[in-house]
T-cell receptor, first 114, second 112 residues
Framework: DAGVIQSPRHEVTEMGQEVTLRCKPI?????LFWYRQTMMRGLELLIY????????DSGMPEDRFSAKMPNASFSTLKIQPSEPRDSAVYFC????????????FGPGTRLTVT | DQQVKQNSPSLSVQEGRISILNCDYT??????FLWYKKYPAEGPTFLIS?????DKNEDGRFTVFLNKSAKHLSLHIVPSQPGDSAVYFC???????????FGTGTRLTIIP
């Protein structure tokens, strides 16, 4: 059974460019989470969806960040325009919110904005 | 406001000995606690969890202890193996809310 799939694994872009990160959750999971990991702030939740609906986006840093989940098997996190301080590892995780909330993480996307 | 704290950024333990990783929390609404393990260039992987109605949960070499009155949990690994070298995160969420709050992690190094 495939785990959470993220693409790309690495992204290097110039300041001001648009960046789109992609995530495919585990089949059957109905919750999806986007996290960002930095040295300074650790692992922080940006936004999460339940049944494709955004539930909590209080962690989204600012309007430059947006996330969508058009269907149960796909989500995107977009940064437009990107800035050097957005450089981090972005993780996507999914879970089945029927009982205990064990989240399963993808391998992450390492974003570098120059 | 760091609601979940892992005050030891790193820990080194001899192979075969016990590793004890600690975690403190401040939010009394937290109801469920989890430990994740992370290797470099990989996502965190779920390790073990405990509900607030219990004070201990075991899974093989891994045991998690919860002291609700002290708002403290710990992860014991016995015996420690080289493959246990990783960063360990504790996390917590309130009942009925799947939003996890993570600690900052502890880097465990097992010395052969």
């Amino acid at each position: 059974d495939a785990g959470v799939i993220q693409s790309p694994r690495h992204e290097v872009t110039e300041m001001g460019q648009e960046v789109t990160l992609r995530c495919k959750p585990i089949s059957g999971h109905n919750s999806l989470f986007w996290y960002r990991q930095t040295m300074m702030r650790g692992l922080e939740l940006l936004i999460y969806f339940n049944n494709n609906v955004p539930i909590d986006d209080s962690g989204m840093p600012e309007d430059r960040f947006s996330a969508k989940m058009p269907n149960a098997s796909f989500s995107t996190l977009k940064i437009q325009p990107s800035e050097p301080r957005d450089s981090a590892v972005y993780f996507c995780a999914s879970s089945f919110s029927g009982s205990v909330y064990e989240q399963y993480f993808g391998p992450g996307t390492r974003l570098t904005v120059t | 406001d760091q609601q979940v704290k892992q005050n030891s950024p790193s820990l080194s333990v001899q192979e075969g000995r016990i590793s004890i990783l600690n975690c403190d929390y401040t939010n009394s609404m937290f109801d469920y606690f989890l430990w994740y393990k992370k290797y470099p260039a990989e996502g965190p992987t779920f390790l073990i969890s405990i509900s607030s109605i219990k004070d201990k949960n075991e899974d093989g070499r891994f045991t998690v202890f919860l002291n609700k009155s002290a708002k403290h949990l710990s992860l014991h690994i016995v015996p420690s193996q080289p493959g246990d070298s990783a960063v360990y995160f504790c996390a917590a969420h309130p009942f009925g809310n799947e939003k996890l709050t993570f600690g900052t992690g502890t880097r465990l190094t097992i010395i052969p």
